[in-house]
Structure formats: C-alpha cells, structure tokens
C-alpha cells in the first residue's frame, strides 16, 4: 500500500512538474519577397493580442495565459520594433527587405487542463524561429555541385532567354578566359561585381528567382568580401584541372568555401532539428511578371522542396547526415487580401499546380500538407465586388477590381496579368492590437496541433 501512494505521488510530481518547457522550432521558408518578414512580425502580433482577436475563439488558444517575446537574451533578435514603427508609421510602410539573419522566441503559458488540472503549474511552449534573407536559400542547390558542375550550369543558364540577353557582353567576357591560364585577381574582382549587377537585373527586370550566389546580393554580416570574388569560367567544366595560380584555382576554391562553409553552415541552422515548416510563396507577383517568372519560381521552388529533410531521401539528409523529422508542411500563397476573398482559393490552386509533381513526392514520403491562402497583414477592404486600398508611399485611397484569376494554372503557364497594385499596409496599425489578416488564425493553430498543451 505504501509503494502504491508511493507512486501515485511520484506521479503526480511528474506531471505537475519539468518537462513544462517544451521547445517547438518553426522553419519559415520563402524566397526573396515572399513576405517571411512580414508573416513573423504578423504572427507575434496576433499572439501578443491573442485574447482580442480570432485565436482567443479557439483551443489551445482559449487556454492561453501569457506571452512574452524574448530579446535581451537572443543573440541577434528578430527587429520586432523596426517592423512594427514601419507599419505604424503615416502613410503606413512595410519592414524593410530582410539583410541578415535574426532570431525569435517566444514564450507561452497555458493554463492546464484536465482533471489533475489544479495541482499543475502552467504548461510552457516556447517557440523559434528564424529570419533571413529570402536569397540565401537559392544557393541550396550548390551544396550538391561541384565548381566544375556550376560552371557548366551557368554556361547553359545564361545561353537562354532572358538570361542571355541581362548578361549582355559579360557572358563573352567570360567565355573568353581561358580557365588553366594565369588569374587576375583585380580582372576577377571586377568581373564578380559584374556578375552581381547582372543578378540583380534578373531580379528587378526579370523577376527571376534563380540568382545565384545568393550572397552576392545580400551577404550578411558574417562574410569577408573577398571570400565573395569568384565567377563563373564559361569554358570550363566538370573534368577541368589547373595548376595552383590559374583563374580555375582561385575561383575553385572560392566557390567550395562558399559552398562548405557559408551555404552548409547556414542551412544547417536553418534546417536541422525543425519541427513545424511554414512554406510561403508569393504567387502574385510571377503570375503578373509572365511565363518566364512562373517557370523561375518552379524550378526554384522544386530546388527547395527538394532540400527539405522530407522523406528519407532528400539530398540534404544525406549530406547533413540527419534524419528527417517534419511530418506536417503548411503552403502557402501570400498576400491574397491584393486579390478578392473570392479569388483566394484559386491563387493557392494556381499554386499547387505549379507545384504538382514535387508535392506529390513530399506527400508520397509521408508529409501531410495543409494548403492555406494567406495575408499576414490585409491591406484591403471590400466594397461590393471591388477592393479599397491606399498605395505605396502615397496618401489617400484607390478604389480597384483586381483582374481575373484562373481556377488552375493552365501547363503552359501563360496567366493573363491580375494586374496588382503596389499596396501599403493598412492605417492604424498598433502593436497593442491584433492586425486585420487573412488566415492567419488558421495557420498558428496548425502550428500548434498535436501539441500537449
Ligand atoms: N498586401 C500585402 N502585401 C504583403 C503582405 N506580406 C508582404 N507583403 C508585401 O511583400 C513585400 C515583401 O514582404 P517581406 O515580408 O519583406 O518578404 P520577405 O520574405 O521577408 O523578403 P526578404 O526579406 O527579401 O527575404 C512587402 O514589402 C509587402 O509589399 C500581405 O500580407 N499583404
Ligand atoms: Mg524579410
């Protein structure tokens, strides 16, 4: 009998002590633009005020006792109040373009449930995620080419439309060195600062999404720029070899401390131990940029996927040497609230059209996908059929129908334009208030299912 109450206090303990704080790691994937940025600072505020708006409404929410963003103790903490003065601002403004790597956590308490309810203290969730620039994760196919490989890819990339053209004359210039001849190292400085102007014309006038090195655009606090000059050699190729001093030396072992050092360290951080992955496409601005744009975001998107630990076969697995833990993948096409509530669902469809094949691998390797047409923050309001909205860097408001969505994206990819607007955040943005969005309830309770809270 003593053993047995023995236990039974034993326990009780148990449940009514440690193991309270569990800790759940959010991996928040999009390219460049996609709205990562815009989605975490959406998703502190609406768990800030989770008792004014939709999630006070609904488990484990209703529970939800107290949270609290962490920053004093956060190395590099995610700019919360930089975001939130942009969106308060007059005429309001979206943050900034993501420059580096940041970080947030978040603590919160429930109140317990259940019969040994009153003899529990609160369960705690704290919860990570991190920040980047949207760039950084198009250099994940790098990870599985060598120098020699890259080079022949590039030489192929940049021999199509609209590639070709961007690069202009600086596709002969580098087809002309001759890879095992002696390197110029000032020749090659300038030719790297050629090669990332015309990275960013591919993104600004082509809407591509495929820039690559990534960090030619945005480097990041933590890269010496030197480590950053290398080019692609036109002539060379897998089976090249040069003596220590040539062009295909230097740039060799530049591209494989980038590769080994900067793209691996920064996609281990990013994506080992996650246990939630949040996949954010902005489906709206390739659809408006044209068959090129869409075709980019494919096979940029399919690179991605490709890279998640999903299954057991993903590359990275392999070359990470970790086993997949993700079981559960939301996708979702941002910044719906530019089209009609109506309109949503299809630009998730064109969505996962575009994406057919590889969700069907994710799905085969055992990954539930839950699709959700998401605005982090809605920018505007509906007036009968048409939307209101105030643009970009201006005052006053814009009364506006936004042009046809198909109901599926036909294999061509030809779209006609749903002629967007540059938006700006809604007026009376206030950290102290849940801010008008799309979804968003349904996506942070998808987040937390499963959870014992
Ligand atoms: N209308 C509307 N626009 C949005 C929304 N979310 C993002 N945007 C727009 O998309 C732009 C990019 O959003 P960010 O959150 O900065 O995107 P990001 O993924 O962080 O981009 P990088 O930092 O460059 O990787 C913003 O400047 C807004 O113009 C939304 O919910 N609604
Ligand atoms: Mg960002």
Redesign the pocket.
């Known amino acids: 009998m003593a053993n047995k109450s023995a236990n039974w206090f034993k326990q009780v303990g148990q449940t009514s002590n440690p193991l309270r704080q569990r800790r759940l790691r959010i991996g928040v994937t999009?390219?460049?633009?996609?709205?990562?940025?815009?989605?975490?600072?959406?998703l502190i505020n609406q768990l800030e005020n989770h008792r004014k708006g939709l999630l006070a409404q609904r488990a484990p929410f209703d529970r939800l006792e107290s949270v609290r963003w962490r920053r004093d103790d956060v190395k590099r903490p995610f700019p919360y109040l930089q975001s939130l003065a942009a969106l308060s601002a007059t005429p309001a403004a979206?943050?900034?373009?993501?420059?580096d790597l940041s970080r947030v956590l978040l603590d919160l308490r429930f109140k317990p449930q259940g019969l040994l309810g009153r003899l529990q203290k609160g369960k705690e969730l704290s919860i990570e995620i991190l920040?980047?620039?949207?760039?950084w994760l198009l250099d994940l196919p790098l990870l599985n080419l060598s120098y020699g490989q890259w080079c022949e890819q590039m030489a192929q990339w940049l021999g199509q439309p609209p590639r070709a053209e961007l690069a202009g004359v600086l596709a002969r210039r580098l087809g002309e060195i001759d890879p095992v001849a002696p390197a110029d190292p000032i020749l090659l400085a300038e030719l790297a600062a050629e090669w990332t102007d015309f990275l960013q014309r591919c993104r600004s006038e082509a809407g591509l999404s495929r820039n690559q090195p990534a960090r030619f655009l945005?480097p990041g606090s933590d890269v010496a720029a030197q480590m950053l000059h290398f080019v692609p050699l036109l002539q060379a190729n897998q089976h090249t070899a040069g003596a220590a001093d040539s062009w295909w030396a230097l740039c060799e072992s530049r591209f494989n401390y980038y590769r080994d050092f900067i793209v691996r360290g920064f996609y281990d951080e990013h994506f080992r131990h996650l246990d939630q992955q949040v996949l954010?496409v902005?489906m709206l601005a390739p659809m408006d940029a044209g068959q090129a744009a869409l075709q980019d975001l494919k096979h940029a998107m399919e690179a991605v996927l490709e890279s998640f630990h999903y299954g057991q076969n993903g590359f990275l697995a392999r070359l990470l040497r970790f086993r997949p833990r993700i079981r559960r993948l939301a996708l979702c096409a941002?910044?719906?609230?530019?089209v009609g509530p109506r309109q949503q669902r299809a630009v998730q469809q064109c969505l996962e059209d575009l994406m057919v094949d590889r969700l069907a691998d994710v799905r085969h390797g055992g990954v539930e996908i839950k699709g959700i047409p998401?605005?982090?923050?809605?920018?505007?309001r509906q007036e009968g059929e048409a939307l209101v909205?105030g643009l970009?860097g201006k005052t006053g408001w814009v009364r506006y129908q936004p042009g046809d969505i198909p109901e599926h994206l036909p294999q061509s990819l030809q779209v006609s334009s749903p002629e967007l607007l540059?938006?700006r955040?809604p007026p009376g943005l206030h950290r102290n208030e849940p801010f008008p969005?799309?979804r968003m309830d349904d996506l942070v309770a998808w987040l937390l299912q499963g959870e014992r809270l």
């Open positions: 999009g390219l460049s633009g996609a709205g990562k940025t815009t989605f975490i600072t959406g979206w943050p900034d373009s993501t420059a920040d980047y620039p949207g760039e945005q954010l902005d941002t910044k719906v609230d530019k998401l605005s982090a923050i809605r920018a505007t909205a970009e540059p938006l955040p969005h799309y």
